[in-house]
């Protein structure tokens, strides 16, 4: 029985509605926890650090994936366009011995000239960025519930195939914090779009209004650009079409990626979900060599997150690829780029 089963209460079983009451009671000191903190940061001015450079955060309301690190990327692809010296800021998470997480590797190989550091104490790794890199603009990564730092703008992402997160807070669901502190966002981005109908969009507007009824809304569509290998030859999804191919990926919300490569009309004879984060062994790809000769194919594909790093374009005999997806915003372009020129307009110009 897997967890977003019972979450998503696709399960109906008896043991699954015991695992949900469980998982319910967990969620109780969760709260407390994140009532109680946020409660500090509301009632004191001081308990967030006002940093001497603009600050721009990318967030969510929920865990899991939500398209988070591309839009990380197109903000900022963005900046650097502005020639704005821009540095990335991120706690780290799931990180090995001090070493670049996934996101991390996948930023870098796209942005090589963005500074991207990481640090549990993301106050301490603004001010190096000032210091080291002369950073006029500080981007956070994954920082919506991170409220040491005062921001200029705070940028929350909703995923349209699953906006709030089963609706209950984590461990009962996905939720990071209640719905209603969506309120503190200024602008909110609805990912994945593209993955439903026009009229979903709409209702779904209409509930985040509810919660906030002030900030600007965003859409995002995930456009497939084709296929990439650890070396950056690139292809057309055609080069894989019809093959049969094993999948796999170790992100927040696997199912979406799942349902993405099963749009495409890829053929998948087996389907493989690692852990958020999870750290590829030696043992994972002898698993994954072995699940290829079992279902007799020569094609893997997976997610830029885990091909950056297991590193190599071939598991055993067979290809290893990723999938390439760009973002692309469809509905508050202006709105959105325009956010982002006023912060850009706070910052002094280089004598």
Request: hydrophobic fraction near 40%; charged fraction near 20%; aromatic fraction near 6%.
């Amino acid at each position: 029985m897997k967890y977003f089963d019972i979450i998503s209460s696709r399960s109906r079983s008896p043991l699954a509605m015991l695992a949900r009451a469980g998982l319910q009671l967990l969620a109780i000191p969760y709260g407390i926890v994140i009532y109680c903190r946020n409660q500090r940061f509301d009632k004191q001015s001081s308990a967030s650090t006002e940093i001497s450079i603009p600050v721009i955060s990318v967030g969510n309301i929920t865990t899991g994936g939500t398209g988070k690190t591309p839009l990380v990327e197109f903000i900022a692809r963005y900046l650097r366009q502005q020639q704005i010296r821009v540095t990335i800021v991120s706690r780290g998470y799931g990180s090995q011995e001090g070493k670049p997480n996934d996101e991390a590797l996948e930023l870098e190989r796209k942005l090589p000239d963005v500074p991207h550091l990481q640090n549990p104490d993301r106050v301490a790794a603004a001010r190096t960025a000032i210091a080291e890199f002369e950073a006029q603009l500080i981007l956070l990564d994954d920082a919506f519930q991170h409220r040491r730092i005062k921001r200029d703008l705070d940028i929350v992402l909703i995923d349209a195939t699953c906006p709030f997160g089963y609706g209950h807070l984590f461990p009962r669901g996905l939720l990071r914090e209640p719905l209603r502190n969506l309120k503190r966002a200024d602008l909110i981005a609805i990912t994945r779009v593209d993955q439903i109908s026009t009229e979903q969009c709409q209702k779904l507007e209409k509930q985040i209004q509810r919660f906030n009824a002030s900030a600007d809304i965003v859409s995002f569509s995930h456009a497939i650009t084709g296929i990439e290998n650890n070396s950056g030859t690139q292809q057309e999804l055609s080069h894989i079409s019809g093959k049969r191919v094993v999948a796999f990926c170790g992100i927040g919300n696997p199912q979406v990626f799942q349902d993405l490569l099963v749009q495409q009309g890829l053929h998948v004879v087996h389907f493989e979900s690692f852990a958020d984060h999870h750290d590829y062994q030696r043992t994972d790809i002898q698993r994954l060599v072995k699940l290829a000769e079992t279902h007799q194919t020569t094609t893997f594909i997976c997610t830029h997150k885990d091909l950056v790093k297991i590193q190599v374009d071939h598991l055993g005999l067979a290809e290893l690829w990723a999938l390439s997806v760009a973002l692309t915003p469809t509905c508050g372009a202006h709105e959105f780029t325009s956010a982002l020129d006023t912060i850009i307009t706070t910052i002094p110009t280089d004598e």
